[in-house]
């Protein structure tokens, strides 16, 4: 007889779709993939984007993304969550509600703007991602802008990164990622949970094809979570990940095309 296939680990991803298929539901799942776990959504929001920008958004009710969930977790299980766009405080509420109760290690991406610019964050939701949804975060992983948003620091220097992290920790999440790639030079990020640091560098690559960072990178650090993983070690394998997928990022349309989710098969070959 053939022995039963192990079961991989279990990620879900509570986020938007990006119709281009570069950032939201579909970078989380094909990062996923690339990394060995099963992933599973529930979906947020839709939005008409390619990449050139966002024509349009609608959120899904708060009771439909509740069912996706409770169908989900109460079923299937997971071992790992990550959130992306949440777009209003209704929804913000109701993802933390349901991530409280859950008990297993919360990836939140708190999704301000798009790669173009375009607001994917009501701002009378920020409020509830500060109180609500940082909170129940293992890993909180904002960029430059979105810290702007949540505290008002403007960072322009890896002190001020520091700085950042302080204020992002002050609202909950037991760690926090700040990544500073809009900063000039090598790609820095930094891990800390208040006491320890982690200062991740990598070569920045000479390749404008970045849409969807931000989302691989969280869902590459939940997959490592679910693995059993600490959060620098998690952070540390996302992002080496991630620079590779930079650095194969490729040109779709007429605007900012997607970094490379299957590098790492290409690679193989």
């Not at 989380?28 to 599973?40: E, F, I, R, S």
């Not at 959120?59 to 959130?83: H, M, N, W």
């Not at 620079?243 to 900012?256: E, N, Q, S, V």
């Amino acid at each position: 007889m053939t022995a039963p296939a192990p079961i991989p680990p279990r990620v879900l991803t509570v986020a938007g779709s990006d119709s281009g298929g570069g950032a939201g539901i579909q970078a989380d799942l094909k990062t996923m993939l690339a990394l060995g776990v099963h992933g599973m959504s529930v979906l947020t929001a839709v939005t008409a984007q390619n990449s050139l920008g966002v024509q349009g958004a609608w959120e899904l009710p708060v009771d439909a993304v509740r069912a996706q969930y409770r169908s989900v977790v109460d079923d299937i299980g997971v071992q790992a969550v990550k959130t992306g766009m949440l777009s209003s405080a209704a929804l913000v509420d109701a993802v933390a509600e349901l991530l409280a109760g859950t008990g297993v290690p919360v990836v939140v991406d708190p999704v301000g703007v798009s790669k173009h610019g375009d607001a994917l964050l009501a701002t009378e939701a920020l409020d509830s991602v500060r109180t609500k949804l940082l909170p129940v975060a293992t890993v909180a992983t904002p960029n430059l802008d979105e810290v702007t948003q949540l505290t008002g620091v403007t960072v322009t220097d890896e002190e001020g990164m520091r700085r950042a992290a302080a204020e992002i920790l002050g609202h909950g999440p037991r760690w926090v990622v700040i990544k500073g790639g809009h900063l000039p030079g090598d790609a820095v990020d930094l891990v800390t949970d208040g006491r320890e640091e982690h200062w991740l560098r990598a070569p920045r690559h000479d390749n404008r094809h970045t849409h969807g960072t931000g989302c691989t990178l969280a869902s590459a650090i939940a997959c490592g979570l679910a693995r059993g993983q600490d959060v620098p070690t998690a952070v540390r394998g996302a992002k080496e990940y991630v620079t590779g997928a930079i650095r194969a990022g490729f040109a779709l349309g007429g605007g900012i095309g997607p970094v490379d989710h299957g590098w790492l098969f290409r690679a193989a070959r």
